[in-house]
């Protein structure tokens, strides 16, 4: 029969620790909800274990996952192949990556981070119990907005502003699917799910630590189902989406945040009434590492970008935003393009994987995934119960379509956040796809 386990490690920083997510420095000087890492260890009756993680943080890193991995593989019989680490991107978590001057990593914080996610693998590991596996899958349309928008002048520009005349519409829809698995223990008792939605966590707007609306969704499952209750959330297919509704200013108002959660959490429970069982109770999980090509800065715009960053006052003391001063935006994007360009190597290695757990499949994407890019995965897989997973396993930064390389769409703009060629997409998400079809032919077979 198949076995299941949940745990929660807490990851919250210290005050005053760096919040990554902007382009300024931004200390943390409260706690509105504490950070949490939170695992699910699935075990197949077919002897194959997985571990997935949720880690409430803007970014994770290689060298995070690394740590993580080789302290799992160290106490416990978890391949750590079999481990996947993904980043909730949040805007209030701990100083876990670099960013341009101001934003700063703390190379503590990373490895007690990355320790206590290992933890949270190893203590579920030690109490997998029997479980069933129920699936469900809701829809929130209204909390969720395509953030690049077609201008009047023929452009595309990534969040061009409330009530800005210009816009003629979106750019593309959103993804509204809010998908579960919950695991019951062999009394019926519900023991964590896996929720996956996608929409930037970006919601919270104070210097207090949080994690966004998931924090939200877990406080109110946690209420309906007890205390032990872990929901593991995974940001699906969100690099353009957010919750910036550019009509109204509905998402201005106070702890605005906190109304996101409780819808989310209004629909699970909901649908969680009526989920489909999964009869297989077998785990599966298959993974490839992809070259990818890198953009590169041009040798020649070296001297320019340092010129910048010579002339330029970095206002350290105010918010710098995608409508702030030109100049200031343009010595930020300086600092990151020098700091990004002293990596000499033209490619990249980025892993893409899936997983099965019974009949439900979890498509393991890495990097900032468009939309777009999820629909397809939907509407092609052979596998009625699908999870996306994103910004897994290292940082490898926005994935947008191959169109929407210009100066005005922010996700394409090249530095640290954004450096892989316009087709690493189209590649990844095909990987992603063959690995599963590879997968529901072996396990149709069976």
């Known amino acids: 029969m198949l076995k299941c386990a949940f745990y929660e490690s807490d990851i919250t920083p210290l005050l005053y620790a760096n919040m990554p997510g902007y382009f300024n420095e931004r200390p943390g000087k409260d706690v509105k909800d504490k950070i949490y890492a939170k695992a699910i260890v699935a075990q197949g009756s077919n002897g194959v274990k997985v571990a997935m993680v949720s880690v409430e943080a803007n970014f994770i890193t290689e060298e995070f996952c690394s740590i993580a991995r080789k302290r799992i593989a160290k106490f416990s019989d978890i391949d750590p192949k079999h481990v996947t680490l993904s980043a909730t991107h949040i805007h209030n978590g701990g100083p876990m990556v670099d960013w341009g001057k101001l934003v700063k990593s703390d190379a503590q914080y990373v490895r007690f981070a990355a320790q206590k996610a290992a933890d949270a693998v190893l203590i579920a590991n030690q109490h997998l119990q029997e479980c069933r596996v129920g699936y469900a899958n809701g829809c929130v349309d209204d909390i969720s907005f395509h953030r690049i928008y077609e201008m009047r ?35 019926g008792n519900p023991i964590g799910a896996v929720v996956n939605f996608a929409c930037h966590q970006d919601c919270v707007g104070e210097l207090a630590f949080s994690g966004d609306y998931s924090s939200q969704l877990s406080k109110r499952l946690k209420e309906a189902y007890g205390v032990d209750f872990v929901t593991v959330f995974f940001v699906g297919t969100c690099g353009n989406i957010n919750h910036f509704d550019v009509h109204t200013d509905k998402d201005t108002v106070p702890e605005y945040y906190r109304i996101m959660g409780n819808k989310l959490a209004d629909e699970v429970l909901r649908v969680s009434e009526n989920l489909e069982y999964s009869e297989d109770d077998t785990v599966a999980f298959a993974s490839k590492t992809l070259s990818i090509k890198k953009r590169m800065v041009p040798k020649e715009e070296i001297p320019e970008l340092k010129k910048i960053t010579r002339t330029v006052t970095l206002r350290e003391d105010e918010e710098i935003g995608s409508q702030s001063d030109p100049d200031q935006l343009k010595c930020v994007f300086a600092y990151d393009l020098l700091n990004y360009a002293k990596d000499p190597a033209k490619t990249k290695s980025v892993p893409v994987a899936f997983c099965r757990i019974g009949d439900n499949a979890f498509y393991l994407l890495p990097g900032e995934v468009f939309v777009q890019f999820g629909q397809k995965i939907k509407t092609t897989t052979p596998f009625k119960h699908r999870f996306i997973l994103t910004n897994s396993n290292g940082l490898f930064g926005y994935l947008p379509l191959r169109n929407l390389f210009m100066p005005t769409v922010y996700e394409s703009k090249l530095g640290c956040t954004s450096y892989l060629e316009p087709e690493a997409g189209y590649k990844i998400t095909d990987a992603a796809i063959a690995l599963a079809d590879k997968e529901a032919e072996l396990w149709q077979k069976k």
Request: charged share 30%.
């Open 153 to 187: 002048d023929g452009t595309y520009q990534t969040n061009p502003g409330k009530y800005n005349p210009d816009i003629v519409k979106p750019y593309a829809g959103i993804d509204p699917d809010v998908t579960v698995m919950r695991a019951d223990d062999k009394d």
